[in-house]
Each structure stands twice: as structure tokens, then as C-alpha cells.
């Protein structure tokens, strides 16, 4: 997990972090010198996938094992082709994207909302340690039976185990970081004057932010897997990728499955790169030295 050891400027009218005297800071990057390592990254990515879809042809063929077994990558093509053009994948799609970031969305607000309060309030952190880490410890997708006889089969289900999900790893990483201040730097705030909130806004908030995106990039791809087992296990009027993945499994559709299963994947990593891109953004000052 990412850490920050810089202290926030807390001069008025300053949101970033001032380089102090003497330090020659991270030397300027080159604009085309960065496209060209964006580019080169890339083609590497693709470079990858296209050697393992070979492999995964070669093996096929080696083996002659069964399509309905493993199928090959031109089956699982044509099923997803067959998918996108009959309309299903899209619907399937858009329904287990809003069961995922809607259900993301307020399990965000409510971990970090509690981890503010229960950082600013430290009775409140004795009294509901105990049950965040007896919830924490518990198998969340255990309780799924439960909230679908609770919710029922609709949508509404599905987001709350997704905030069951989401909740917990980003209430213990916003906790953490907003108490990874120094005692020397809440010292400084102590003596410029600076109020609670100032604190807050201007030193726990930075300290917490490199916590709290790295407990996002897990969250996310958690809330879809979520989202698909709560559609596996009743689907109910919705119709998601997993409603997809269980109608395919009854059939005994290999392709079909496998197509799902791409589709999730792909899914997840433009979840996951949207948070690193959020990071590189928010994170600009913090120079992380890794992807």
C-alpha cells in the first residue's frame, strides 16, 4: 500500500503539497517521452493477450480435448459475436454495472463516512472496533441467502451485498490512513492554529487519500464479483452476466460461459484502470513508484 511521508502545505488558499526548500524534487517529465512509455506499455499489454489466445489455440489443437470441455478461442468468438448482435450482452451488462456502482458507490460514502467520525470521535472506536472486526472476519457472500429474503430477488439485493462487500476494506484502509499522521505534524497544526477541520482537510485528508484509493482498486472488482454471485444465486426480473453464466451452465454452453466470463474480465480491468487513472490524477504530488 502506497504511503505518503510529505506533509500537505497548510498555508491558506494552497491544495497541494509545496516541495520544501532545498529539494530538488522529481525532475519534469518529457510529454513525448511519456506517450512513447504509455504507447510501449500498451503494445506489451496486447503483445501478452494475443500470445496467450495462441497458446490457449495451441492447446486446444495439441490436445484435441472436447469443445464442450474447453473451447477454443474461435468458439468463444463466434459466441460472443452471437451475444452482442442478439442484444443480451448489453442489457446483461448495464444491469450488473448498476448493481456494481451504485452498490460501490454507497459502501464508499458509508466506510469512509464511519472512519471520519470514529476518527475525530475515539469512544466510537472502541465501541464498534469490536463488531467491524467480527463482521470483517465473517464470509460476506454467507449472508446472501439472508439479504435475497430480505430484499427480495429485484436489484436491491444485489447492491446491498455489494455494500456488505465494499464496506468493510474501505473502512479499515480510511481509518488507517487518517490515523497515519505523525504526532510531529498534528503538533504543527496544533501550533498554527488550525482547527479540526483544517486538520482534516489539510493534513489527515492527504495522509488517508493514498489509503483510500488503494483500498478502491480492491473494492471495485470485489462489488462486480459480488454483484455477479448475488445474480447467480437469484436472479429474480433482472437479467445480469451472472443470470448469463447460470442460463449458459444449465445448457452446458462452454463457449457462452467462457464469452461471460471474457466479458466480466474485461469489465473488471476497465474498473481497476479507471482507479489507477483516478490515482495518477489525485496522487500527482505523491510521485507512487508503482503502477
Same mark, same amino acid.
Given at each position: 500500500?502506497?504511503?505518503?511521508?510529505?506533509?500537505?502545505?497548510?498555508?491558506?488558499?494552497?491544495?497541494?503539497?509545496? *516541495?520544501?526548500?532545498?529539494?530538488?524534487?522529481?525532475?519534469?517529465?518529457?510529454?513525448?517521452?511519456?506517450?512513447?512509455?504509455?504507447?510501449?506499455? *500498451?503494445?506489451?499489454?496486447?503483445?501478452?493477450?494475443?500470445? $496467450?489466445?495462441?497458446?490457449?489455440?495451441?492447446?486446444?489443437?495439441?490436445?484435441?480435448?472436447?469443445?464442450?470441455?474447453?473451447?477454443?478461442?474461435?468458439?468463444?468468438?463466434?459466441?460472443?459475436?452471437?451475444? *452482442?448482435?442478439?442484444?443480451?450482452?448489453?442489457?446483461?451488462?448495464?444491469?450488473?454495472?448498476?448493481?456494481?456502482?451504485?452498490?460501490?458507490?454507497?459502501? /464508499?460514502?458509508?466506510?469512509?463516512?464511519?472512519?471520519?467520525?470514529?476518527?475525530?470521535?475515539?469512544?466510537?472506536?472502541?465501541?464498534?472496533?469490536?463488531?467491524?472486526? $467480527?463482521?470483517?472476519?465473517?464470509?460476506?457472500?454467507?449472508? $446472501?441467502?439472508?439479504?435475497?429474503?430480505?430484499?427480495?430477488?429485484?436489484?436491491?439485493?444485489?447492491?446491498?451485498?455489494?455494500?456488505?462487500?465494499?464496506?468493510?476494506?474501505?473502512?479499515?484502509?480510511?481509518?488507517?490512513?487518517?490515523?497515519?499522521?505523525?504526532?510531529?505534524?498534528?503538533?504543527?497544526?496544533?501550533?498554527?492554529?488550525?482547527?479540526?477541520?483544517?486538520?482534516?482537510?489539510?493534513?489527515?485528508?492527504?495522509?488517508?487519500?493514498?489509503?483510500?484509493?488503494?483500498?478502491?482498486?480492491?473494492?471495485?472488482?470485489? /462489488?462486480?464479483? $459480488?454483484?455477479?454471485?448475488?445474480?447467480?444465486?437469484?436472479?429474480?426480473?433482472?437479467?445480469?452476466?451472472?443470470?448469463?453464466?447460470?442460463?449458459?451452465?444449465?445448457? *452446458?454452453?462452454?463457449?457462452?460461459?467462457?464469452?461471460?466470463?471474457?466479458?466480466?474480465?474485461?469489465?473488471?480491468?476497465?474498473?481497476?484502470?479507471?482507479?489507477?487513472?483516478?490515482?495518477?490524477?489525485?496522487?500527482?504530488?505523491?510521485?507512487?513508484?508503482?503502477?
Amino acid at each position: 500500500m502506497t504511503t505518503t511521508s510529505q506533509l500537505p502545505d497548510t498555508h491558506p488558499g494552497a491544495d497541494e503539497p509545496v *516541495i520544501p526548500p532545498g529539494s530538488s524534487g522529481p525532475p519534469p517529465r518529457s510529454p513525448r517521452r511519456a506517450a512513447r512509455r504509455a504507447l510501449g506499455q *500498451i503494445a506489451f499489454v496486447v503483445a501478452e493477450f494475443v500470445a $496467450a489466445i495462441a497458446l490457449w489455440q495451441l492447446l486446444v489443437t495439441v490436445t484435441g480435448v472436447s469443445h464442450q470441455v474447453v473451447p477454443g478461442p474461435q468458439a468463444v468468438w463466434e459466441s460472443l459475436w452471437s451475444l *452482442i448482435r442478439s442484444g443480451f450482452l448489453l442489457d446483461a451488462g448495464i444491469v450488473t454495472m448498476q448493481e456494481t456502482l451504485l452498490g460501490f458507490a454507497v459502501g /464508499a460514502a458509508l466506510g469512509i463516512g464511519l472512519a471520519v467520525v470514529m476518527t475525530e470521535v475515539p469512544l466510537l472506536y472502541k465501541v464498534l472496533n469490536p463488531f467491524v472486526v $467480527a463482521f470483517q472476519a465473517m464470509p460476506k457472500i454467507a449472508v $446472501a441467502p439472508l439479504l435475497l429474503i430480505w430484499f427480495g430477488f429485484g436489484i436491491s439485493s444485489k447492491v446491498v451485498l455489494v455494500v456488505v462487500m465494499v464496506f468493510f476494506p474501505i473502512l479499515v484502509n480510511t481509518y488507517t490512513g487518517l490515523n497515519s499522521v505523525r504526532q510531529e505534524q498534528l503538533d504543527l497544526m496544533r501550533a498554527c492554529r488550525a482547527s479540526r477541520w483544517e486538520t482534516f482537510r489539510r493534513l489527515r485528508f492527504y495522509a488517508a487519500l493514498p489509503f483510500i484509493l488503494a483500498s478502491f482498486e480492491v473494492s471495485f472488482v470485489l /462489488a462486480l464479483t $459480488a454483484a455477479v454471485v448475488a445474480e447467480i444465486l437469484g436472479s429474480g426480473t433482472t437479467v445480469g452476466l451472472g443470470t448469463l453464466l447460470q442460463l449458459f451452465n444449465a445448457r *452446458i454452453d462452454m463457449p457462452g460461459m467462457f464469452a461471460t466470463v471474457v466479458v466480466l474480465s474485461v469489465l473488471g480491468m476497465l474498473l481497476y484502470g479507471s482507479v489507477k487513472l483516478l490515482s495518477r490524477y489525485l496522487l500527482r504530488w505523491n510521485q507512487p513508484n508503482a503502477d
